[in-house]
Structure formats: structure tokens, C-alpha cells
């Protein structure tokens, strides 16, 4: 018993194939987070680029048509090699076996395979990128990437095909390994929300990205035969495309922000002593995202010459789906309520979630109003909420698990000062670049556009300056994280005081995760009134 | 006979096997929602090219297309009667009956071959061969794009239900499978099933247009 505590999954073996041909999920995850570490600073070099050229009006940087290639960069690489399978395939995979009381993913191999897929897909498209670029916009939009774009559509598009399997395959394994491998008492609401998120995005991973690879094979088709698919002039039908292409894009959209909402459920219940306020209601409300989330699409194409009615109700189903995140919202806000409130990095991280998240929700209404998105269409208003989303909800929320965890992961501690430096950073930061891009929407400035009128000047260098300290906020990690590994303190197997099942083990875990399998005799948030932790299995 | 051990990761054989079969529905899950998006295609067109796509459908083959629903058809019960008898033993008749199975795959992907290269001839191949009536060109052109990605996704599907057939049967020639375990015949029958299930689909949409009043 003692051996197997003192070997753990980093220890194990240290030959380079003993890593990648590994299937443990653990080391799976370990790879994958180097994978996406990479391209989050490749798409995050060409936000920079972008935000340097807009520093001001006239093109002095590069020319429109490197421009263009520059935002498609950062767009294709930001959503479909770091965003996607950012939380799921980093932390969920190291974590969903953990927390359910499992010895491994239901299909270990698999799981290895997906890294494989995507170490494939994410080559292509970055080798695209790099020959010659793509100048589509992440969209893809038919005709124009099918006809008259003169980048590597094909090998970017391929790219991303492959990369999609590697989203179904681990969103399959999710879903039979939390149907299936759930320890003994591991009742279904007796999971801890991060289980229940994923569990809700992997159901959006398996049901909408085989539709998105159809979309992109047949823009690969058109591109190649001349075929008229969805090019107007030779017959085909562009809406169709847009509609196949947000029938998936827009519950992508879930994919990239219920594995964030899970993280913050876990953050806000540990740090403030207290059981998860509504739990029952904070899981049904993963899986309404999921559901209501597939009804939406129709609400990027209110411009699209589609039918008005189908308008009203794309319309009103977004107002739907806000719903379950806004009951989220508060749960989480009540679980506050007479917490014994502590301030520890990933709190921080948590809470600017939930400002952050409010913030884009509450404007993504605002573009649930027909009348309204038609005023900011195609405009920053546009870029600025999404990124409210996707970056202050969905990044910040990766970071504060990735905090938190990582004494489990790597069996060091973080620096706290550092890291409560950066998340603060991060949140004025963040703000600070995407705030004035609300008013330089309202204002009628065009998104991929790389001049723009003398007069949005001032808002485009308060953008540019925020995003310089966003940066910055965003290398320190990398540093003082990459610090610990060597010099950390060692961290005990529940340094948080938490109560989940992956607490319960030593930290780094063993290779095969528990010594002998936990029984679960309650549910994941129980705390006693004076905060103490009950662990779930004790 | 070996006693059959679940994986590492499961704690009974019960809870491997139950895995395997939710994997693989989950699988087809995804399958419905990829054929799906070219189905939608299909109707899409066929809706705004009615009589193109009525005048490309009668140059099918459908006796081929029919004989192949046969073969199918056939198969599916080989491998429904093969999931059944693995249960209770019988290791060779089911390792028989698999085989059966892939062999008229083969024959269907036979056929299919011979109906592209009639296809070729007709000059019906989108892009590489096309010549059509002038009038309902556009269409057909449309209709027998969607036709080659539509077959050649499904034969591509079959092909590798050949492969996982016969690498099954081999296995249960061997005496892999049993009362305990016996989870690769079920779970490749689901899929064998769901790839039947898709040729009927595409049969109707693909045959039978414009025939009735032809």
C-alpha cells in the first residue's frame, strides 16, 4: 500500500514513451495541456499583432490582406485548438476518474487517441496558417472561402476536421465513463457540478461536431470541384451553410462556457465553506444549456435573409437559454450569502468569472433583440460581448481551475502572492481591453476591419493598452507556475480543505488513482457550520 | 477456456460490457448527426431542384441498389443471429455466421464499384465525368455530388464493418467469446445494424425518386 502511494503517475516511469504512448488519463491530460498551452500563445500572438495595428487608424503595421490572415489565425486557433478543449480535455480529463472514484476513463486507449487527433489536426492547421494563412475569418463563410479566398482553405479546414474527432471521442468517453464508472454511493446528485457540466458539454461535443465536419468537408468539396454546394452563383445555397455551420458554432459556443461554469461551482462552494446553494438546480441548468442551446443558432443570422419568423423565434429561444445561466449566476452569488469568504487565487479567479460572465450574458441579450442586433451586427459591440464570454468567462474560469488543481496535479504549491497578482491583472486587464470595444460597437466600428475613422482612436488605444497588460497577465503563469514545479512547497492530498473524491488521495495521485475505491456516503459540498470540510467517502 | 478478466479501469465483466454498448450508442449518436447534416442537404435540394433531382434519380441503377438492400438486409440478420448464439457458445457456427456477414459486405461494396464505373461511363461523376440534358443539369449535377459523397461515406462505412467482422470472427474461431464475455460481437453487431440502417435510408432518397411517373 505504502509503495503505491510513494510511486505516483509523474513518477511511475520516466521514459519518453512511457509518456506518449501512455493511457493513463492523468498523463493524457498532462499532454494536452502542453498541446493547448502552445496554442494559446500562437492565437495569442496574433491578438497582439491585431491589437498593435489598431493602435491606430491608418495601416502601418501590415497590409489588409496579412490582417486578414492575422485575426483568422487567432479566431480558428483560439476556438478550435484552445477554447474547445481547453477545460475538458486538460482538466476533465485528469480530474472527471478522480472525482468520480474511477481508475481510469472508461476507454483509456481512446483517450489517447482524441490527443493523437488533435496533435494531427492542430499540425495541419497550423502549418496552414504558417504556409500562407487563411483569410475566411474562423467563420469559414461560403462562398467567399469556397470561391474567391485565395488561403489554404482546404489544409485549414482538414485541420479542423480531424481536431473534431478528437472532440466527439473524448466527449464519448465522458459521457460512458460518468454513466458507467462512478464509484459505490456515487449516486447521480451526489456528483460535484464540474462532473455535471462536462457531462452536459460532452453531449453538445458528440451531437454537434459531426455536423461541422460535414459543413467543412463539403466547403472543402465545393473548393476543390467547383461544385456549386452553397456558392449562389453556381446553384448552391449560402444560408445553408450558415445554418449548418451554427448548428454547431453556436452550441460550440456551451462547449466553450459549461465546463467554466462547472470549474466556478467547485471554486465558489470550497472557498466559501459552504454547501453549493440550489445544487439540484445548478446541474438541471448545465443540462438546459446543453438542450435549449441547440434552438438557438438562428440568432447569428438575423441579417442573413431568413425568414422573420424564424428570426422571432431564434430570438425568443436566447432569451430562454439565458435563463438557466442567470439561476447559475445567482446560486453561485447566494452560496456566498454567510460563507466564511475566503480570498485565495482561484476565488479570485472565480469571481471575476461571475462578473465577467453577467456582463457578457446581460449584453448577449442585448443581441437576442433583433431590432438591436441588426444595429451592432458585424460591429465590436459583437466582439466585445463574445469575448465577455469566452476569455472573462471561459479563460478566467480555466485559470482558476487550473490554480486550484494544480497542487493535485503536480503535487507542488503555487506561489500565492504572484498568483493572486496575476489574477488580478487580468481581470483589470481584461476589462480594459474589451469595455471600450462595447462603445466602439455602438459607435459603428466595424470588426475585421484594420483602419478605421481618426475619431475611435482614443477607445482603440485604451483596447491596445489593456490588452498589453492582459498579456503580460497572461505570461506570468508561465512563469511562476513553471517556478513551483521545481521549487514549490509539496502539497498534502487536500491542501484546499475541499471535500471531492480527488482530495482523498495523495497529490500527485497514484497510477492508479485510489488505493482501494472510495465509497461515497453523501453529496460533494458538505461543510459543517464552521466551515469544516466533510470529505465525500469519510 | 480462459477465464475472461475485465480491464483495469472496470470492477465486473457486467460493467465492461455495458460500457462497451453505451460507447458505441454514443458513437452512433454522433453517426446520425454526420449523415444528418448531408441528409439535410439532400432535402434541401431536392426541394428547390424537384425536377432535376427526379430526372438524375431515374439514371440510377436501381436494380443494383436494390439487390444491394438485399445483401444487406441479409447480413444485419447474420450478425443478429450471430449476437444471439455467441451467448450460448456455438464459437465456429457464430465465427461462420460473421464471416457471412463481411463476405456480403464485400459483395455490396462489389456491386457498388461496378455501379460507379457504369456511372462513369454515363458521364455522371460530378466534376471528373459530367454531361447531363441541359434542362435539369444544374440539379443533377447537385444530386450526383451528394449521391458519391453520400455512397462513398457509407461504403467507407462498410469497409471497415468488413474489417471489424472478420477481425471478430477470427476471435471467436478461437474461443475468445463466451457467456462471460462477449461484448465485440454485440457492440460490432450495433454497429453493422446502424450502417444497414443508413443504406435504407439512402435507398429511398437515392432510387426511388422520379420512378413512379417514369
Redesign the interface.
Known sequence: MKADVETNYLTADYRLRSWFLTTDHKRVAVLFFATITLFFFVGGAAATMIRLELATPQADLVRSDIYNRLFTMHGVVMVWFFLIPSIPTTLGNFLV?LMIG???????RLNLTSWYLFLIGGSVTLYALFVGGVDTGWTFYAPFSTMYSNGHVVLAVLGVFIAGFSS?LT???F???I???RAPGLTWYRLPIFIWSLYATSVIL??????L???L??VA?ER??????FNPR????PL?FQH?FWFYSHPAVYIMILPGMGVVSELVTCFSRKNLFGYKFVAWCSIAIAAIGFLVWGHHMFVSGQSPFAGIVFSFMSFVVAVPSAIKVFNWTATLHKGWVSYDAPMLYALAFIGLFTIGGLTGLFLACIAFDVFVTDTYFVIAHFHYIMVGGMVTAYFGGLHYWWPKITGRLYPEYWARAAAILIFFGFNMTFFPQFILGILGMPRRYHVYAPELQVWNVLSSAGASILALAYLLPLFYLGWSLFWGRRASSDPWHATGLEWQTSSPPPK?NFVA?PIVERGPYVYTVDGEAVPQNA | MREAQPS????TLV?QE??AQ??MW??L???V??F???I??YC??RY??ADDFAAAARHTKIVIGTLNTAILLTSSFLVAWAGALVKVGFDRLVAGLLTGAALLGVIFLGLKGYEYREEYREHLV??VNFAFEAAHA??A??FF?LYF?LTGLHGLHVAIGVVVLLAIAHRARGGAYGRQYHSPVTVAGLYWHFVDLVWIFLFALIYLPGRSSA
Open positions: 476518474p474511477a481508475r481510469d476513463l472508461a476507454f483509456p466527439i466527449g464519448l468517453n459521457i460512458v465513463t454513466h458507467r464508472l458528440v451531437l454537434a461536431t459531426p455536423e465536419a460535414i459543413t468537408a463539403l468539396l476543390i470541384t467547383g461544385i456549386g454546394i453556381l446553384g448552391g445555397d445553408l449548418m492508479h475505491t | 483495469f479501469q472496470y470492477a460493467q455495458q460500457a453505451l460507447g454514443t458513437f449518436a454522433t453517426e448527426l454526420f444528418g447534416g448531408l439535410l442537404a434541401v435540394y428547390g431542384y460530378p466534376a444544374r440539379g449535377e447537385l455530388m459523397v
